[in-house]
Every structure is written in C-alpha cells, then in structure tokens.
C-alpha cells in the first residue's frame, strides 16, 4: 500500500517516518516554496525518529516538491499541516485529485468543509471523500532536519468522514494503522478538537509570562495552574453545551485528555499535571500558533456553529475579541467563518443531511 503525506512539519515527518517504520510505501510532499526547509530531506530521503513511538531511520519511498509524482499510484492522500493551510492544498490538489482517492487532514477542525467548499468551487464535481481527525496521532517536535522526537503516542482519537455515509470505507483503512474511533460526521469530529479548548485560553493568560521568558516557558509545566485550568475548562463547558445542541454528546477536555494517554483521570488541571505533555517547551511567542491557528480556525467555527443553534458562548468570544486584539488583527472574518465552510445559507438540518449525504 502506497499512502502520500503532504506537508513538512513535525507531524508530516512523524507520519511519514512512522508509516515507514511500519512497513508501508510512503511518498511524502512539501511545497515547492518551503523546499528549504526540508532540504536534507530532499537530498537523503530519509527520517530519523526517536522516543515515544516507532524508533529508527526510516527510508521513504521518495521526498519530492513535485505534487504529481507523489500523487501516482497513491489512493490514500493524509494531509499533515496546520489548518491555516487546509485552503491552499485543497487548491493545489484541485488539479490533481482523482476519483479513487480519499483525503484526511491530520487535524481537521471543521477544516473537511473547508476543504470541500474549496476543491466544488475549483470545479471537482464529483463525489469527494474528504476525512478529518481531531488530533494527530502523537506529540512530537522536530529537533534537527530530517529528526522527530515523539513525546507521546496517543491511545487513541477520532476520525470523521464526509459525508458519513462513507465513513466505513474509510475507517477500515484507518483502523488498520492508528487505534481510532469514529465519529458521528465531521461536526462532531470537528468540536472534539483539544488544542483550540487547551491552548487559546491558557496561553492567552500567559502572554506576559512568554515575552518575559523569552523562549525559558513550559505551557503544560507552569502556565496551566489552577486558575487557569478553570477557564480552561469555562471554554470547554461552552463547546460541550454546543455539541449537546447539535445532538452530539462530546468527551470532556479532561476525560479526553485520559482516554487518549496524556494524563492521569482526574480534574482538568490534575490530567495536565500529571501528562507526558509537561516536558514540551513553548510557546516561545505570543504569535505561536496556539493562538494564530487556535483561535481563528478553532473557537472562530465553533462560536458561528454555536449561533446556528442560538446558544451564546460569552467566554470563547471573548477569548477570540482579546486575541485579535493582542495581534491587531480581526480574526472574526480571518478566520474559519460558516462562509468559508459553505454552510452559513443552510439550516442545522440542512447542514447535518449535507455532512451525512454529500449534497446540499
């Protein structure tokens, strides 16, 4: 089996080199205008991975900037990069996509729709496939080029399929490689992200502590105590209260925190204490992207998706109104909005028959 990774980040490398390890044929892609950052890559074809997973110097079957080549003989495209750069791939893919090929964003976070709405404007009419989980399969950072190390392998996450009627295809591939569950459909998928509820408020009541620390500064260690954890887990009650409106009976911060092997059971402050997430440093900027990416393509989303349903989310709007203005920017219409998802003419019941069928 011949499976494409797109991207060149710490987790493209990680999918890439672990994939590798397991024995399956992986063709990995990065941009052409990034092809300095994985310039060792390109000249080696290689990845060295050590830690908290598969070790080793995994040998890939090729490492191109050329999206066709990497793309051939490939049915299984897993789409490793931050969600700002869901918009561009899907364009870029919209080239080259074939019927028989099925797409996942390693995350998603509603980034599935996105991804549609993209690849139908760009003229892909027929029935696309398009999967999204909520989390990447491990923590772990690039050290050097061409070098992961993993802080923890996940137990477990989830995977959501558009539409959901397809979503046994897709899963009896996945389960094969990575311990999933599946999600009702991509909403629900999509509202069980955990970095958006972790990192935006915990890292918004950090900023002074960050820019002080000037690159010395452990979220998860020092910067998630008691009292932030409670608005922590204020922002997570308000996207549990929008999950339970749209029918979806979400895994609290916490519990999900357990399940997936990161810490201990326990109050949401005790799960981070206790994890493997504590030996992580950073951010080691006000512009990380637990904000630039949290905040507009995470609790932007989940507030439109919170007006569908008439519910008012006073602590994730105000987490998204301080961010914006910390970067001077308007991350409101920046952001993940219900247009860009194609969904903000529809009703909720339009909206789940569209993520269950395909069709609006």
């Known amino acids: 089996m011949r499976i494409a990774v797109l991207g060149g980040g710490n987790g493209a490398h990680q999918m890439a080199a672990d994939l590798t390890l397991a024995g399956l044929k992986v063709n990995m892609f990065e941009m052409p205008r990034f092809k300095e950052n994985v310039e060792k890559l390109l000249r080696t074809g290689e990845i060295e991975t050590f830690g908290g997973a598969r070790e080793g110097k995994a040998r890939l079957n090729m ?83 061409a070098t992961v190390k993993v802080y923890h ?44 509820t ?27 105590t008691p009292s932030v954890a409670r608005v922590v887990k204020a922002v997570d009650k308000e996207r549990l209260a929008i999950g339970k409106a749209w029918g979806y009976d979400l895994t609290p911060v916490e519990e999900d925190l357990y399940l997936s092997g990161y810490g201990p059971k326990g109050n949401l402050w005790q799960a981070v204490r206790g994890s493997s997430l504590t030996f992580i440093k950073g ?8 904000l630039t990416e949290d905040v507009p393509y995470g609790l932007v989303p989940w507030v439109g998706l919170a007006g569908l349903v008439g519910l008012d989310v006073p602590v994730m709007k105000s987490v998204v109104w301080i961010v914006s203005a910390l970067h ?3 991350y409101w219409s920046e952001g993940r909005t219900l247009e860009k998802l194609g969904i903000s003419d529809l009703s909720v019941e339009e909206i789940k028959r569209f993520v269950a069928e395909g069709e609006k």
Do not use: M
Request: charge should be negative; include cysteine; hydrophobic fraction near 40%.
């Open 328 to 330: 001077g920017r308007d």
């Open 153 to 196: 392998t996940l137990k477990r996450f989830g995977v959501g399929v558009f539409p959901s009627k397809r979503s046994r295809r897709v899963t009896e591939f996945l389960e094969k490689i990575f311990p999933i569950f599946t999600h009702p459909d991509v909403i629900s998928c999509g509202l069980s992200s955990l970095n958006p």
């Open 198 to 224: 972790l990192h935006a408020a915990s890292v918004l009541l950090n900023v002074g502590r960050i820019e002080y620390s000037r690159g010395e500064f452990y979220l998860y260690e020092e910067g998630i």
């Open 63 to 145: 490492a191109s900037t050329d999206i066709e080549k990497v793309l051939e003989d490939v049915k299984h495209i897993f789409i490793v990069v931050p969600a700002f750069a869901h918009r561009p791939y899907a364009e870029l893919l919209a080239s080259y996509l074939k019927r028989d090929q099925t797409v996942t964003l390693f995350p998603g976070t509603l980034g599935t729709l996105e991804f549609v709405k993209v690849l139908r404007d760009e003229g892909v009419t027929w029935d696309l496939t398009v999967a999204e989980t909520d989390t990447l399969p491990w923590a772990c950072r690039l050290v050097a080029p």
């Open 283 to 290: 951010p080691t900027s006000i512009e990380s992207r637990y």
